[in-house]
């Protein structure tokens, strides 16, 4: 059965264009950046790495699937409250239109190869479009995960089109809250979105919660839209 192939995220930071052996072909130029987040503070957090393709920019982008994420340990707690931060957070962005799969024992939960082979299954390709009227699909996976403190959050994500099967837009990070340049991401993050300062715990109550780290963690990745 023919497949589509992408080249993983790590490769596609490196190369302009790439053709693939099953004849699809990835003729967007990726431009690769890692984010750099207050560079004058003395630690500035450098660990977000992201592209986007010419094939995004030139997309007319109405409606786009969120999968579920996946994580090796199957925790599904953890599974639901990162995807469920990551749907508010590109509901905010107000781009497109997000859309939460519903049931999902069925070919578009199959995709755990995405980001070790590099390959996403043509069924789930045209399962989206059928089911869902999309023009693209996120697909996530929880790379790290430490809920007890100092909590750690390490994401891969990506968004694929439901028309070509290429990777439009990646981004790769690890939130560990042991490290400065973190700490002060989550000082600025507190003050720009609490209203109410929680008194007892001031920025610290953000690291009581994963749900709440969770929350944090979105938020930058998906700025690099």
């Given amino acids: 059965m023919k ?15 790439a053709t693939v052996n099953t004849g699809c072909t990835v003729t967007d130029t990726t431009d690769s ?22 094939e995004y920019d030139s997309s007319n982008i109405q409606r786009v699937l969120l999968l579920p994420f996946t994580v090796e340990s199957g925790r599904d707690k953890v599974v639901d409250e990162v995807t469920e931060a990551f749907l508010v957070e590109l509901q905010k962005k107000s781009t497109f239109e997000i859309v939460k799969s ?7 939960s199959q995709q755990k190869d995405v980001w070790s082979r590099g390959l996403i299954k043509p069924e789930t390709i045209v399962e989206a479009k059928n089911r869902y009227k999309v023009d693209a699909i996120i697909i996530g996976k ?3 995960y430490q809920p007890y403190e100092p909590p750690v959050l390490g994401i891969k994500i990506g968004m694929f089109s439901a028309r070509s099967g290429n990777i439009m837009w990646s981004t790769d990070a690890i939130f560990d809250s042991s490290e400065a ?13 609490y209203q109410k300062k929680q008194s007892l715990y001031d920025w610290k109550i953000i690291l009581l919660s994963m749900k709440r780290y969770a929350r944090f963690v979105a938020y930058h990745m998906v700025d690099t839209l």
């Fill in 3 to 17: 497949k589509f192939h992408i080249i993983p995220t790590i490769i596609l930071f490196f190369l302009i264009s």
């Fill in 33 to 54: 950046r890692r984010r750099k987040l207050f560079p004058k503070y003395p630690h500035e957090f450098t660990s977000i790495s992201y592209h986007k393709s010419t």
């Fill in 102 to 108: 519903q049931e999902f024992q069925d070919i578009l």
């Fill in 142 to 144: 929880i790379t790290q």
């Fill in 181 to 193: 340049s973190v700490i002060q991401l989550l000082k600025t993050y507190y003050k720009k979105t």
